[in-house]
T-cell receptor, first 117, second 115 residues
């Protein structure tokens, strides 16, 4: 899996857009970008994923640069409940794994997002 | 159900006792994963079930740990003769089989404290 780099922490005012960057300069052509978050004392939560095109769902938008070396997760109207650690991971297509343990998710340090009232 | 559920939410036990942790995956999800997470640490993979295939137990830290999945749905993780280093949050996740390895849906976890 390609290595990702994220800022350690970020603050965002409640109601404003939260833009969380992720660098993945060694991403290969068929690797996807996935985002998860983990709210304190809860299990990780899948947010969104993409390959080349920008993606949007009910939770967030994902903007991937044309060279695919970086991406930004956008929470359009951050609420206090969005305070969490956000993880960016890069993975091969979902059915490309084989062998023991290759499907396990591995998170880096992530970005601790604090939404401020 | 709407999501992955786990029980109990909290378990405090004495060293040397056995514990059982339960996971109810999302209906229709054929893949089920157990992880554990120590305070401030990342996810540690424990075991993976896929349909009727033999489980991948490569992440189990010792033979005190075992898991089973009955009827392709509910799973139970058993820890025998618990030790203090077993204290952690035990997380269960499920996905839509091999097509969903990267989109795993997690339960709230069971916080295990071994005194």
């Amino acid at each position: 899996d390609a290595k990702t780099t994220q800022p350690t922490s970020m603050d965002c005012a409640e109601g404003r857009a939260a833009n969380l960057p992720c660098n993945h300069s060694t991403i290969s052509g068929n690797e996807y970008v996935y985002w998860y978050r983990q709210i304190h004392s809860q299990g990780p939560q899948y947010i969104i994923h993409g390959l080349k095109n920008n993606e949007t769902n009910e939770m967030a938008s994902l903007i991937i640069t044309e060279d695919r070396k970086s991406s930004t997760l956008i929470l359009p109207h951050a609420t206090l409940r969005d305070t969490a650690v956000y993880y960016c991971i890069v993975r091969l297509p979902r059915n490309s794994y084989s062998g023991a343990g290759s499907y396990q998710l591995t998170f880096g340090k992530g970005t601790k997002l604090s939404v401020i009232p | 159900g709407a999501g992955v559920s786990q029980s109990p939410s909290n378990k405090v036990t004495e060293k040397g006792k056995d514990v059982e942790l339960r996971c109810d995956p999302i209906s229709g999800h054929t893949a089920l994963y157990w992880y554990r997470q120590s305070l401030g640490q990342g996810l540690e993979f424990l075991i993976y079930f896929q349909g009727n295939s033999a489980p991948d137990k490569s992440g189990l830290p010792s033979d005190r740990f075992s898991a089973e999945r009955t009827g392709g749905s509910v799973s139970t993780l058993t820890i025998q003769r618990t030790q203090q280093e077993d204290s952690a949050v035990y997380l269960c996740a499920s996905s839509q089989g091999t097509s969903g390895h990267n989109e795993q849906f997690f339960g709230p976890g069971t916080r295990l404290t071994v005194l």
